[in-house]
């Protein structure tokens, strides 16, 4: 690349950082992403690779969700520290590879336009400024999605290259870094073994045995507990025991993924303050429009299929990719569809719009250029605006929703005015709890649990002392017989009534 093409990098992304690392106070760690980091830490302090599958997490219905390579993932993070603002930090600047690698992949095997696009819209779309900079486990998967796009590009074009092998690693590496990405591997493979006949035999082989390896760890498990082996098959009879799918459906998938891919969807993330945040957007228009350029992309996928040229077998599996989720979520028969399912779409999404955009560009110039910037220009005020919105809301009801978290801070700012009020009165030892029926000991919640033992690295013990402080930490939304001290976002400062 010459010095214009890595001055446009540079300019796209800072404009990535400024939205990962701006607005700090918004950055969440609630429930997920403790019981992550704890796991890591644990996993840290007794680092048996054969075991390590010990250490990974089941979700709300039972199952996991990923594998050892999560937590590989992160151990050089929790090296480097254990505050939840610079692991969040730290995770936004790796996934800025993700920009990177969209980048390159434009610029190598489209065009410097297609190149531009591509990676201005994967910087601001506004799910991947939420998913990039938090301790989650789809958090690493649009980079090496990315990162794979780029190997399978490159193995399609030589064919013989040892590169395979490295393409078939990142395929392992991505299932058990996330399970969803399932659809995205399947669909990968697929491919591969179409072109079989030109693909080295040998890099293939070597390849398959070497992602085994990273797979001797859960083999290993499911021998030592065979009873669990079927858990991943029961997915759905998991899903039905729950009540968090209450009033959504399988045939949610379609929509839901729509929005997501067009920046929308936010009452997910926003809850019962979704109405206010609407009230604050004021319209609703660029949303609209969002969403028809992004179907105009898709539907450009779709003609493209049956055009004759170079690059089709491309953009044929570009659509492929980011069309997988979808079919996915309905073969499990999926009672709810999340954003965060979907994340994998938005890199091969991504080259499509550059792609479409340089494609359209060239039948109506000015009105595919002011369509395709306009889209942009929403998303980075709907980022301004959502990121302002959550920094300033003073959380009434508690939490916003079951499928976001509260930001670090506020709970961060509770903490440490305990540990200060304990000084200043005295308090030879003092207790926290977020139970309101244990309220004279540590009875403490993922993320408080996470702050006092692995930020403040506070002892969890009785105290025999008669001089020692008993402090609540509650949502807002508890109503309960209590003295209020102090109230920091959704959580509230008292004293347990005695």
């Not at 058990?176 to 080295?200: D, E, G, N, P, R």
Request: hydrophobic share 50%; with cysteine; charged share 15%.
């Amino acid at each position: 690349m010459d010095k214009k093409q890595y001055l446009i990098l540079a300019v796209v992304c800072l404009l990535y950082l400024i939205f990962r690392l701006g607005w700090q106070d918004t950055i969440e760690f609630g429930y997920d992403q403790p019981l992550l980091a704890s796991k890591v830490i644990e996993f840290f302090k007794n680092p048996n690779w054969i075991e390590s599958y010990e250490f990974v997490g089941t979700n709300p219905w039972g199952f996991p969700s990923w594998g050892p390579m999560q937590l590989f993932f992160w151990v050089p993070f929790i090296l480097m520290s254990r505050d939840p603002i610079i692991l969040s930090l730290s995770a936004a600047v790796f996934n800025m590879l993700s920009i990177i690698l969209i980048f390159i992949i434009g610029k190598r095997y489209f065009s410097l336009k297609v190149a531009v696009f591509s990676s201005l819209f994967l910087a601001i779309h506004p799910w991947w400024v939420v998913f990039s900079r938090m301790i989650y486990e789809p958090t690493p998967v649009p980079t090496i999605i990315a990162f794979s796009i780029l190997l399978s590009f490159y193995v399609f074009e030589k064919k013989k290259t040892s590169v395979v092998v490295l393409l078939i690693i990142s395929w392992a590496a991505l299932i058990q870094i996330y399970i969803h990405t399932f659809s995205f591997v399947v669909t990968s493979v697929l491919f591969l073994l179409a072109s079989i006949k030109k693909t080295s035999k040998k890099y293939m082989v070597l390849g398959f045995l070497l992602s085994l390896l990273l797979f001797l760890p859960v083999f290993h498990y499911y021998v030592k507990y065979p009873d669990r082996s079927l858990d991943l098959l029961k997915v759905l009879e998991e899903f039905n025991k729950g009540d968090l799918e209450s009033g959504h459906s399988t045939r949610d998938v379609l929509p839901e993924f729509l929005k997501t891919i067009s920046g929308d969807g936010f009452e997910w993330q926003l809850g019962y303050a979704y109405p206010e945040f609407q009230k604050e957007l004021k319209i609703a228009a660029p949303a609209i429009l969002a969403t028809i350029t992004t179907l105009a992309v898709l539907i450009y996928g779709f003609i493209s299929v049956f055009e004759k040229g170079y690059g089709k077998h491309k953009t044929i599996l570009l659509l492929l990719w980011t069309l997988a989720p979808v079919w996915f979520l309905f073969l499990i028969n999926t009672p709810i569809a999340l954003p965060r399912y979907f994340l994998m779409s938005l890199p091969p999404l991504s080259i499509l719009f550059g792609l479409a955009v340089e494609k359209f560009y060239t039948k109506v110039k000015y009105f595919t250029l002011i369509a395709a910037l306009f889209v942009l220009f929403w998303w980075l005020v709907f980022n301004a605006i959502y990121l302002s919105f959550i920094g300033n809301y003073k959380y009434p009801s508690g939490f916003l929703s079951h499928y976001s978290d509260v930001p670090y801070l506020f709970l961060k700012d509770a903490v440490l005015w305990i540990i200060e009020d304990s000084a200043k009165k005295g308090y030879i030892e003092f207790t926290i709890s977020n139970d309101i029926n244990k309220p004279y000991e540590f009875s403490l919640n993922a993320a408080t649990e996470y702050v006092l033992k692995y930020v403040y690295e506070i002892e969890f013990r009785d105290a025999g002392s008669m001089n020692i402080g008993h402090y609540l930490l509650i949502y807002s939304n508890e109503s309960i017989d209590v003295t209020v001290l102090k109230q920091f976002g959704p959580y509230i400062v008292a004293y347990p009534k005695i």
